[in-house]
């Protein structure tokens, strides 16, 4: 009896998409490269990609409340309430309670998180950045146009 053959998997140039399903298609790649980028870093430094991105930003502002972590990140409170957690858990991050307002908790990375902020090799912030270096700035602002517009596309209706 004769073995099935496979086929080769269609590339874009054996089916070509209309102007919405292809750019679908490539946000669904980003968003599986992204995916697969923090599994790998997860595995080698024991964070994810969204857990670093979080303590590079609290790198960036040390002090920086919550609140004002979720609007940099343009996400609601509580979900960003349990990366906290986790993180605070996990000994990356500590709050501190703000010496001009006791109910509001400011956020700083502990050395440990600072070793993660400190991660250069191997990240999608290093990818990034030599995707960078090879775009002009007309690229970048039209692509920061469309990624805006599109999150605010998607984002709840007002």
């Not at 670093?52 to 940099?72: D, K, N, T």
Request: aromatic letters at 2%; glycine letters at 6%; hydrophobic letters at 40%.
């Amino acid at each position: 009896m004769a073995q099935p053959t496979r086929t080769a998997p269609a590339s874009p140039e054996r089916l070509p998409l209309n102007p919405r399903l292809e750019f679908m298609r490539l946000l669904w790649a980003v968003d599986h490269a992204l995916q697969s980028a923090s599994k790998r870093l997860e595995s080698r430094a024991g964070v994810t990609g969204p857990q670093r991105l979080v303590l590079r930003i609290v790198g960036c502002f040390p002090q920086i409340s919550a609140g004002e972590l979720a609007e940099v990140l343009v996400t609601h409170p509580s979900t960003l309430s349990g990366v906290l957690k986790r993180l605070e858990a996990r000994g990356y991050l500590e709050r501190k309670a703000d010496p001009s307002d006791a109910r509001r908790a400011q956020l700083r990375l502990t050395r440990k998180g600072r070793s993660i902020d400190a991660l250069r090799a191997g990240t999608v912030e290093s990818s990034i950045q030599r995707l960078l270096s090879r775009t002009t700035e007309a690229d970048l602002a039209a692509a920061g146009r469309v990624l805006q517009a599109l999150a605010a596309e998607l984002g709840p209706r007002r």
